[in-house]
């Protein structure tokens, strides 16, 4: 095997994982329905669907290419703007639905889309606990790989976008993290 193939391997490997990342965020009825608006977007006469499949799909792709180059770190919110897109085909896909004459389908898969999120996100912010998982996970890094710990002289200097959580999973007393 080569390093072509080895990198080739690679990037199909880095970009499985963007992609089912993506699906994990955004949620299987929201990926569906909007890759279903996607392949509608070509009955319209109106170019709006197909501005919408090129914002939801072209930052995620961007995503790969920026994963496979490894031009920069790949950033999150590409696909905060591809979101966008994909919840507007997915809103296209069900109203046209709706008036097709499949009125069912369309309240069917629009009700359970929303049941699927209310579920989700119930469970994120109480049983899931929130982003906290992963912030603990970082400190653990950090405690591993750099030797950081509360009180340790030298500590190395951390510098994050949210250091109270970080301050936090150190050991900081939750009442001295805000400074």
């Known amino acids: 095997v080569g390093p072509y193939t080895d990198r080739t391997y690679a990037g199909f490997q880095g970009a499985s ?10 949620g299987v009825p929201l990926v569906g329905l909007g890759l279903f608006g996607a392949t509608l977007a070509r009955q319209f006469t109106s170019r709006i669907p197909l501005f919408f499949g090129i914002v939801g799909i072209l930052p995620i792709l961007e995503l790969v290419v920026i994963m496979y180059l490894r031009l920069s770190i790949t950033t999150w919110y590409y696909a905060l ?12 896909s069900l109203d046209t639905l709706y008036q097709g004459g499949h009125r069912r389908i369309s309240i069917g898969l629009g009700s359970a889309t929303v049941l699927y999120y209310l579920v989700f996100l ?27 710990s509360l009180g340790s ?27």
């Open 17 to 26: 994982h963007i992609l089912k990342t993506v699906v994990a965020y955004f």
């Open 81 to 92: 703007f591809a979101l966008t897109g994909f919840a507007a085909l997915a809103a296209i």
């Open 153 to 179: 002289e030298p500590n190395a200097q951390i510098f994050a976008t949210v250091p109270g959580v970080g301050a936090h999973y150190l050991g900081v007393n939750p009442a001295e993290t805000l400074g």
């Open 122 to 148: 119930s469970s994120y912010y109480t049983s899931m606990h929130g982003d906290r998982p992963r912030w603990q996970e970082a400190v653990d890094y950090l405690q591993h790989t750099a030797g950081v």
